[in-house]
């Protein structure tokens, strides 16, 4: 697991197991990662993509469901998704 971003040089690499602690829940489920400060703004940017690492392969039954961005996305996904719930939520992805 990573606390950030994992091609961000700031980013901490941990087991999943003690990875967990890394994660601010704040940042890593905040709803923007803007700031009036430019490396505040950058740093919450970094934490707000913090990552699980898989080094194979998920198998698909671990796979539950998945959100996209628009109804574009929402038509591409479905047609290789097969009974995958996909939903627009465009909550989870911020530009700034």
């Known amino acids: ?12 690499f941990e087991p999943a197991g003690s990875g967990l602690d890394l994660l601010d829940p704040d940042r890593v489920y905040a709803h ?12 919450r940017k970094r934490q707000r993509q913090a990552e699980v690492l898989v080094p194979d392969v ?8 998945a959100y996209v961005r628009n109804r574009f996305d929402l ?9 995958l719930i996909v939903e627009v939520n465009r909550r989870v ?4």
Do not use: H
């Not at 697991?1 to 901490?12: F, L, R």
């Open 93 to 96: 992805y911020f530009d700034d």
């Open 32 to 43: 923007s990662w803007n700031s009036d400060d430019y490396w505040e703004k950058c740093e």
């Open 58 to 65: 998920v198998p698909a039954t671990y796979i539950t469901g």
């Open 1 to 12: 697991m990573t606390d950030g971003n994992a091609a961000n040089a700031a980013t901490k």
């Open 75 to 83: 038509a591409r996904c479905q047609t290789v998704a097969g009974d």
